[in-house]
């Protein structure tokens, strides 16, 4: 197979040092399927690793890719054990590592699952890494109950706008912050609450149960938002100080009740399989932004580092 179309950066720094090269197509080993990339979401953290804020880990080997989720086809399916045929339509994230943002990715094959059949492409990828991630630290990291007091600070971003969904799925009174433009938006999806994070001062909201930061700041004074025995799950480190970020929750998981709960998103095809029946059954709704060509990868990575987003940046390949 011929080399294909990957969004790729040569060094890191602001969105224009993003460009469309070509790599060679991989090669799966017996234990994955390669999938021709039909639509990719914009998530934060590849803002943070493409300015170089997780360099510590990521290092400096250049060129380096882009994107972590993925709607598409099966190209090449395997043994009959990978569980899908040529030609299945599927989505899926990489886990620990970037790259989807290409005409073609190999992933393990324990990594994707039927995607669903009522959405297209666009749609479904942008339920994709927000459904997964709320899913996983709102019920398996923050056991929310319903009855519940749930804050979703970014309600109306990528993982905040579907954590909002899911968290009425899940019987919770759901509040969220968002930006004052949004606030019909976000209640538009569930929300009981919808309040601007620009005149809204933290101490005006009151106790909860459960909160869900995609923000990464302010996390000291959120977690004193906790009610005894309170919740709080953090998905993204402050992009200005990473490391700080992370020190609070350390500290806050060694030190009393209300802890703050971080985790790295990998989710397998159970979880995946799971967030396709919501989808199918109605109960998550597409949450799309802007959708943007690869050749303007980084106008999507500009307008996502400009706020004001309502639901995902999708970047369609084909």
């Known amino acids: ?88 339509r599927v989505w899926g994230l990489l886990g620990r590592r970037t790259g989807s943002m290409a005409e073609y ?4 094959r324990r990594r994707v699952a039927p995607a669903p059949e009522n959405l297209t492409p666009v749609q479904a990828v942008s339920l994709l890494a927000g459904g997964t991630t709320a899913v996983t630290a709102l019920r398996e990291k923050a056991a929310l109950k319903a009855g519940e007091r749930l804050l979703v600070r970014g309600g109306s971003g990528g993982v905040g706008s579907v954590a909002v969904q899911v968290g009425k799925l899940l019987g919770a009174r759901a509040v969220a912050l968002a930006g004052g433009g949004n606030l019909d938006f976000v209640r538009g999806l569930g929300a009981d609450e919808a309040l601007d994070h620009r005149t809204t001062a933290l101490s005006e909201l009151g106790r909860f149960d459960v909160i869900m930061d995609t923000a990464g ?19 993204a ?27 790295s998103g990998n989710p397998r095809t159970d979880l995946l399989t799971e967030i396709t029946r919501y989808a199918e059954h109605g109960d998550l709704v597409p949450v799309v932004d802007t959708v943007h060509p690869l050749d303007r990868v980084a106008d999507a990575h500009r307008a996502l580092e400009a706020g004001g987003v309502r639901g995902k940046h999708v970047v369609r390949i084909v």
């Open 217 to 235: 700041t302010q996390l000291s004074a959120l977690r004193r938002l906790l009610a005894p025995g309170g919740r709080m799950v953090a998905i």
């Open 1 to 88: 197979m011929s080399d294909m179309r990957a969004a790729l950066f040569d060094r890191y720094g602001p969105p224009e040092v993003l460009y469309v090269g070509r790599r060679p197509t991989p090669t799966r080993t017996p234990e994955q399927v390669l999938v021709r990339v039909h639509a990719v979401g914009v998530n934060g953290g590849e803002l943070l690793d493409r300015a170089g804020e997780l360099r510590l880990v990521t290092g400096r080997r250049f060129p380096r890719a882009t994107g972590i989720d993925f709607v598409g086809e099966v190209a090449e399916a395997g043994s009959p054990g990978t569980g899908v045929r040529m030609g299945d």
């Open 105 to 108: 990715v190999a992933v393990d």
């Open 237 to 263: 480190p402050d992009p200005a100080e990473p490391l700080a970020s992370l020190a609070t929750v350390l500290a806050s998981t060694v030190h009393g009740s209300r802890r703050i709960r971080a985790f």
